[in-house]
């Protein structure tokens, strides 16, 4: 049941057909895993906290450094030294007090993220290299939680979704596994909003998902050109040979 | 005539103007731009001509299904767009 004060808080999302009372209350009851708190996971933490996600794990072994508020719009000045998680954590609660949320301020193991996803509603992958986005994809695959996928550097941004239901196409189905050619913004750039424009997308495919309305970006990947202001959207199926969900 | 058009992020790296060849094939329409783009050829392509990891190739905006010869088929019209995996966050 929504209290009135927040019938009123979240009164323009309930409003939308789409989501009314029920996804509301689907959102309150959710539990969504935030993996990186940089550039993409900043806008996914603050818009997913403000719009009503009930729990939050944000995870990120990273401090912050005066080089990310640039971009990383949830990190303020005075956070600079503190560790990404709990910087972003302070944030967030400033923005909606009834979240609740946790941090893990190391990089956990393949199997301690198992254990984390198995939890989690939705993973929001906002990392920064490959190994970890594999890894994620395999952990989401055994146990059918749907990854919501971004990634963005320099001008140019991608997207995607993965459900893992029957038919649908894996991250290990669109990209080889290539642990040996991460590029970062720390050494290539990026311009600032692009990372909002992406993760803005990211939250937005969660609240989809969660909330169970629309059709997710699943077997499309979007990618977006910040110095056109274009968009394209590829079209991928599941690979036969898929190692991971074939 | 096949349009064959590279990402943005690649041209950091490598000159990789749009070009327009004939070509009845993803292999056929590469081969044709790397003939005049050698170095570009090394960049996409490892040594046994197959797409290097990072890379993707999409026809009409579906991703090709042969990484390893390039047999998927082409149109008369058909856009050839090469892209590059993104990890940044
Ligand atoms: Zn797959």
Known sequence: ??????????????????????????????????????????????????????????????????????????????SIGKDKVESAKITALSLNPETRINIINYRPGEEEM????????????????????????????????????????????????????????????????????????????????????????????????ISGTGHTVTGRLMLFDGMDMSWREIRFKPRPACPVCS | MVKVIFTENLKRHIDCPPCEVEAASVAEALAKVFAAHPRLGSYILDDQGGLRKHVMVTVDNNLILDRESLSDPLDQNSEVYVLQALSGG
């Not at chain 1, 009503?52 to 719009?73: A, F, Y």
Request: net charge negative; charged share 15%.
């Open chain 1, 1 to 78: 049941m929504l209290t009135d004060e927040q019938l009123l808080k979240y009164s323009r999302q309930i409003m939308l057909p789409q989501i009314d009372i029920a996804g509301q209350e689907a959102l309150l009851n959710s539990h969504l895993l935030i993996i990186g708190l940089g550039g993409l996971g900043a806008p996914v933490a603050m818009y997913l906290a403000a719009a009503g996600v009930g729990e939050l794990t944000l995870i990120d072994d990273d401090k912050v450094d005066l080089s990310n508020l640039q971009r990383q719009i949830i990190h303020q000045f005075e």
């Open chain 1, 114 to 209: 198992s254990t984390l996803i198995e939890q989690a509603n939705v993973v929001i992958d906002c990392c920064d290299n490959f190994s970890t986005r594999f890894m994620l994809n395999r952990i989401c695959h055994n146990y059918r939680v749907p990854l919501v996928s971004g990634a963005a550097i320099r001008w140019e941004g991608q997207l995607s979704t993965y459900t893992y239901e029957q038919g649908t196409p894996c991250y290990r189905c669109l990209y080889e596994e290539d642990a040996f050619n991460d590029q970062t913004c720390t050494q290539n750039g990026v311009v600032a909003p692009l990372v909002g424009v992406i993760g803005s997308m990211q939250a937005m495919e969660a609240i989809k998902l």
